[in-house]
């Protein structure tokens, strides 16, 4: 009786999900067609073999199992075998899916990482209940409402942090040398930050995104309103920062591609009906008037940040620098089952504007730049020209007159005392930004800082064309 309610509900499950993909006769009647020469196979057979092995897993293995999980292994196991990036989704594992892609959730707002057993806290976001509480970088969290955080997960703590809007949680924090206190704080609503961004010095604006949720179109132009504000509508220029972006929703790929276009083809997917193919345009209106941009790449970037980064190559609006792509060119669409979880299944296949497909094969950059560490040798102490006896003055220097010499004193030399890159920068340039502290460190970073020369290169280029 239980086996043959069991093949019911998996014949009903089968054709519940054949309607909500538009399973038509005429797909059935061409796939038929072009198996011929394969034998039939016959598809209750095929439920009846599953339900035979169900039921002696359930009889036999060594420990007892539970139905439902043993469907959802199969399930997943179905989906899995297609390919990399189809899988089946619980109801728990849906919820924290449509949380990343909406943005947004009710929670403290600090971003967290795991040390030695504890929560430690990376940052607290502005303007959410952490901020306002006085949390600080670097602070350890060792209890979530009394209940030591020693033996969770970082998951685990998360969730326990996270909850309904208004609802109270208490931490035991640990900071520094000071005794442990508590901080009782009110969950309010949290927006995930994809963008960031910050100013770099010669009025160049750096935005790093790092998936594409629902806010990251509208982020994005946050972020560059407040880089024109910041340089006074003397913008030279974008460094856009993908790399190790996973990607995310496709319609915000479209929108962030569409922001610096003019116009042409954004991409385009074909799926298993030809029929079915779509295609999206951009519809005019650069956000930075056509300013230079440079797209960091590397092979953690994929999906969306893959369709905006081969868009702007091809349209010959940015220059890529980094390394490959990661190379997922197929589209999953997110397929809800009332009362369960939903499946992600993949639908298509998307092709940039020249028409090529990056699956399994990636974007290749503009300009190739592995990540390495610079390190800056001694100063050279070569002597210049001007240093050479009875060496010609510069006729621009007043009457034709070599510049005076002085020789030094104690207050020079105190002022000749080297300083280090980050007191020079702070001083020429005060930082500017979405964040407390820089995201983007051009002397840490190899990638970032050849970006930024060429940014300027670029944009030293365009000023002198447009002067002429």
Request: aromatic share 4%; glycine share 10%.
């Amino acid at each position: 009786m239980f086996r043959q309610s069991l093949l019911v509900a998996t014949a009903l499950a089968a054709g519940m999900v054949i309607g909500t993909l538009a399973f038509s006769p005429a797909l059935v009647q061409a796939e038929s067609s072009a198996t011929t020469d394969a034998p039939p196979v016959n598809t209750y057979e095929q439920l009846n073999l599953f339900g035979e092995v169900f039921e002696r897993v359930r009889a036999a293995y060594v420990e007892p199992t539970k139905d439902d999980q043993l469907v959802e292994a199969a399930i997943n196991g179905m989906l899995t075998s297609l390919d990399p990036h189809s899988s089946y989704m619980n109801a728990k594992e849906y919820q924290d899916m449509q949380v990343q892609t909406k943005g947004e959730f009710g929670g403290l707002g600090i971003e967290v990482t795991m040390q030695d057993g504890l929560i430690k806290v990376v940052t607290p976001m502005d303007d959410t209940p952490a901020a306002k509480a006085g949390m600080q970088p670097g602070d350890l969290i060792a209890q979530i409402d009394g209940q030591p955080v020693q033996g969770l997960t970082l998951n685990e703590a998360v969730e326990k942090m996270r909850g309904e809007i208004g609802s109270s949680v208490t931490l035991t924090v640990l900071r520094g040398d000071q005794d442990p206190f508590e901080v009782t704080l009110k969950r309010a609503v949290i927006e995930l930050k994809s963008v960031r961004w910050e100013l770099e010095e010669g009025n160049i604006g750096y935005v790093r995104i790092t998936s594409f949720s629902e806010k990251t179109d509208n982020g994005l132009r946050a972020a560059v309103d407040e880089l024109k504000k910041a340089t006074k509508g003397e913008l030279a220029g974008l460094v856009l920062d993908m790399r190790n972006n996973p990607g995310g929703l496709l319609d915000q790929a479209i929108a962030v591609s569409d922001d610096f276009l003019e116009k042409g083809e954004i991409v385009s997917t074909r799926g298993r009906d030809p029929n079915d193919a779509q295609r999206w345009n951009a519809e005019g209106g650069d956000i930075i008037g056509g300013k230079p941009i440079i797209v960091l790449i590397n092979g953690g970037s994929a999906s969306a940040s893959e369709i905006v980064a081969g868009a702007l190559q091809d349209h010959a609006r940015a220059v890529l620098i980094g390394t490959k792509s990661f190379g997922k060119g197929s589209v999953q669409s997110i397929m809800a089952i009332p009362g369960h979880g939903a499946m992600r299944l993949t639908t298509a296949r998307y092709y940039t504007p020249s028409g090529r497909s990056i699956q399994a094969t990636g974007i290749d950059p503009d300009i190739m730049v592995e990540q390495a560490k610079v390190e800056k040798l001694g100063a050279e102490k070569r002597p210049h020209e001007a240093d050479l006896k009875g060496a010609l003055a510069n006729p621009g220097n007043g009457e034709g007159e070599a510049a005076p010499k002085t020789e030094p004193n104690a207050e020079q030399d105190a002022a000749a005392t080297p300083k280090t890159d980050a007191q020079k920068k702070e001083e020429a340039v005060p930082f500017v930004g979405s964040e407390r502290e820089q995201i983007a460190r051009p002397d840490d970073d190899f990638q970032l800082a050849r970006a930024i020369d060429l940014l300027r290169g670029l944009s030293l280029i365009q000023g002198k064309s447009a002067a002429n």
